[in-house]
């Protein structure tokens, strides 16, 4: 089935990037911008099981992540031929479904460094995976991950700097030359990837 060029159908926008990077946060206000609907996977997981920390605590990490896979199927399937903005949590991507489910949508990786989380995941203790030491815990996952985020990305930001507004500005910027990029031409999928400073 031909795909259809880009820039003339709406594709939803999901986020990805480790923990504590601000996907929520700049998702929700890349949607105001856009004027689009926002899904953060990991509220919708929360409001239909309850608390992350306690699905870990009583079924498991396996089990989690099979609700965080449904939830994150849903609401690409219910974007589908529009610009919602979708938050996906840090380990959503290793879903080999999640990812082929990614091909229907438009990839934004939030790039950032240990230093750029560090106060965040200070401030907020309720994070299963980073129980004990936190930050190296964060360096861990973030590596293992990392390759898995660079491959899925078709815009890559880095969000070290600037305001959540700033850079959810940087983000509507990088998308609409994506955009225009794809109805001049339909370039390969390693073509496609653009690093916004």
Known sequence: MPAAPAGRTAR???LIGPMAVGKSAIG???SQHLGATFVDTDVVV???HGSIAEIFASRGEHAFRELE?????RAIEDAQGSSTVI???GGAVLDSGTQQLLERCTVVYLQCDADTVAERIARNSGRPLLAGDAMERWKTLFATRRPVYERLADLVIDVRNGSV???AHRIEDALRGYAAAGT???PTPAATKEVEK
């Not at 896979?69 to 199927?73: F, L, M």
């Open 184 to 186: 001049a031409a339909v």
């Open 69 to 73: 896979a449904r939830a994150v199927a």
């Open 28 to 30: 929700h206000q890349l």
């Open 165 to 167: 507004p700033d850079l």
């Open 87 to 89: 938050s996906l949590g």
């Open 46 to 48: 929360v409001a239909n």
């Open 12 to 14: 939803p926008i999901a």
